[in-house]
């Protein structure tokens, strides 16, 4: 799985987590006793359901990030593949050298060979760090995204007063009534908040 995969399994993930909530306060608790004129097994709760994937392909945030987060695993991709070749043509070249007792000594050679191995210490620590970055910045997109959800559905529900709003992510629901679909008011409601980087540039 790539960087980018992964980049968007884990938001998904996130932004399932954060969907599964209940929304109004005045939902019963399961301590409570039920209400006697409420045949048990019945509910009254008010539920709605959220698209994750249109979530991740429509809401400016997250598509703006997705290509900056995207723009940053390719630039270290290309730093990583110079620092390798690099590797790779000392390496070819200290072997051909050696074959062709190209050393004026065994201690020149051993020389040469010591900092051939640290240029590969460096090559993979430079690997792992990049790496870092970019495990870090999707982890601070997650934790922005989380934040950007809930403020708005805390604001949304105010007037909706839902009792469940869950994440419809692939075949987690079986079967959703389109009526309590509010995918698109989710979207237009994080799009008119959101104040792009792009259109400030």
Partial sequence: MNKKNIFRTLSIAALSAVMFTSCNNSAPKMDEKQDAAQPAGTTDMKIAF??????????KFCKEYSLELQKKSNNARNTHSAKEKQLQTAAANFQQKLQNNGFSSRQEAESVQAAIQRQGQA?????NRLGSELDTETAKFNAALRDSIQNFLKDYNKTKKYDLIISK????????????????????????????KVEKK
């Fill in 50 to 59: 959220v698209e994750v994937d249109s979530i991740m392909s429509q809401y």
């Fill in 169 to 196: 992510a692939g075949d987690n629901i079986l079967y959703a009534d389109k009526r309590h679909d509010i995918t698109m008011d989710v979207i237009n409601g994080l799009n008119n908040r959101y104040k792009s």
């Fill in 123 to 127: 090559l993979q620590e430079l690997q």
